[in-house]
Each structure stands twice: as structure tokens, then as C-alpha cells.
């Protein structure tokens, strides 16, 4: 009788330990390591800025929080614009991602990828810190993260392994890998290229093997990607989009952080964005052009576009604009422009 007694009570600690184990992460619960994902490396602004983050977060949480950042998009097999399902879903923990991977998940951050709505950096600042980015941050909250920073890709130039592009013209029948969302698809049809959706793991070989004639992508990227010698020889400096990045926490995660802890990664989150835009924003401008000058000494010819060249990319895209800017809500498109024009 004892002895039964005993070896039910037995039974029933490795039980409840078994449960133990298949039960979710309590509030209490800190996980060995956190996921974070992003589609760049360490080479890039965009990978430094989540490493520094990391770093950041282990400092000041005495290592409470412990972040692996894995590049690549590898957590959902290289599949960028499956990246904010899968943080949604808790597959990634924390992600620095562009608004442009993750805009067929949420349509308005298709905003910052309207044809030359935003003129220069100011303007970008303009929407990420102001109501507008106020507005956008409340729409990630709504789907299961915690939005913490913005950070910066940056101005998506155009390049080709073809010949100079000054004016819509040259683009025509023009072989261009695109990113993300049918945005981008309805710009360079507009444009009269032939444009083609890869992820970033497929647009590298897709140049090299001459599968495609050109892609866009910030300066900074064209760079530490070195598309010189994946035939890129053209660039132009034409800024008809930027990519801003979010800093963001899955919200389960988020809510099994203490305060004190939440908060260490809220300040580590800015400063590593305040950062990693510097980073992005570094030698591309009159100020300071030492990346733009490394990437002519690689042999790239750069093309300066006049306003009037400018122009008629703007007047070429006019339509896509106008029908995106309905799809993407017009309310939010005229708060983008009220201030851009008052930035
Ligand atoms: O795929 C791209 O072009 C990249 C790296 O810029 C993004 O992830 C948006």
C-alpha cells in the first residue's frame, strides 16, 4: 500500500513535469536565446543595426536577454515577404525588417513605396517621425508586435549591366528584378521594363547569369554586395523610394519581459536605429560622397538625373501613384504629402 502510494506519486511528478515541458513560456519564462531575423547581413547598415541591437540589449540586461540575429532570411528559408507572417505566427522572436517586405501583410506600408512621393531625407524623417510613422507603428501594434524604432535601407537607386538610363525610355524592355509588392511590379510596368519578383537570395545569381538586366536597391546595399561584378555597370541616382526599417518584438515575447527589461530593449532599439540610419545615410550625399566615389572607382558610371529628367520618371509613374495611393488610403497619403511639403 506504501509503496503503491509512493510510486503513483512518482508517476504523477514525472507527469506533471512531462506537462510541465509542453506547456507555453510563462510570464516568467526567458528564453535560452531570441530569434531575430533580417534580410541583410553585417556587411550592411541594415544587419549592422540589428547586431548592435542585439549587443545593446545584452549589455543592458546583463545578459538577461540574449538575441541571435540571422541574416538571410533564413528563418523563413530566404522568403522575405513571408517574414512578418511568420514573426506574427512567434517562428522569428524580433525582427529588423524593410516596409517593403512586409507590405503584402500590411497594405499601407506600401506608402513609403509610392513613386517619388519623398524627395530627400528630410522628407523620409518627415513621415517616420511624425503622425504619419505614429500612425503606421499603431497599425503593427494591432498585429501581435511591438513596434519600437525606425531605422533606415534607404533610397532605392537603379542600376543595370545594359546602358545609361536618363529617361523612361531606356528602361524599355529592360529586364528588372523587383522586391516585395505589386507596387513594384505596377512602377516598372509602367515604366515600360520588364520586371520580374525575386527574393534578395535569388536576384544576385539572377544578375550574374544575366537572367536579369538590373535591379534597385540603396546605395549602401549595391556596395557591400559588390554588383559591380555581377555586371551592374550603370547606375542612376533617380531616390524614387526609400525603404524604412522597423525595429520590432513579437507581442507574446514582449509581454514575458519584465518593465525593467521592456524598457532596456525600447532604449537599445532606438539608439542602434539612431545608429545603423547614420550608417545608411553615410558618403551617398554632396556632403560626404566617399561611398558614391567607391563605387565609380569599381568601374560604375553614375548618372545625376536634372529636375527635368527626374520629371518625366515622376510623370511616367503618375498613374501608378494615383491608384496606389487609393489601395494604400487616401487619408494617409495626404498626411505623407501635407508633411513632406511643411517638412
Ligand atoms: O531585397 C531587397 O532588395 C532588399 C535587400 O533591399 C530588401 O530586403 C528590401
Redesign the pocket.
Known sequence: MQKRRFTALIAGMFASAALGLSLPATSATYKDEYKLST??GEAYPWGWGAKRWADLVAEKTQGRIKIKVYPGASLVSGD?TKEFTALRQGVIDIAVG?T??WSPQIKELNLFALPFLMPDHKALDALTQGRVGKKVFDLLAERDVVPLAWGE?GFREVSNSKKPIRSPEDLKGLKMRV??SPLFLATFTALGANPTQM??AD?QPAMATGAVDGQE?PLA?FNAAKLHTVGQKHLTLWGYVA?PLMFVVNKNVWNSWSADDQKAVREAALQAAKEEVARARAGISAGDDALLKEIQANGVSVVTLTDAERGAFRKATAGVYKEWADKIGADLVKQAEEDIARR
Open positions: 534580410v541583410l522575405q524593410s517593403i517586405n535601407n522586391v516585395g527574393s534578395w536576384a536597391n546595399v525603404d
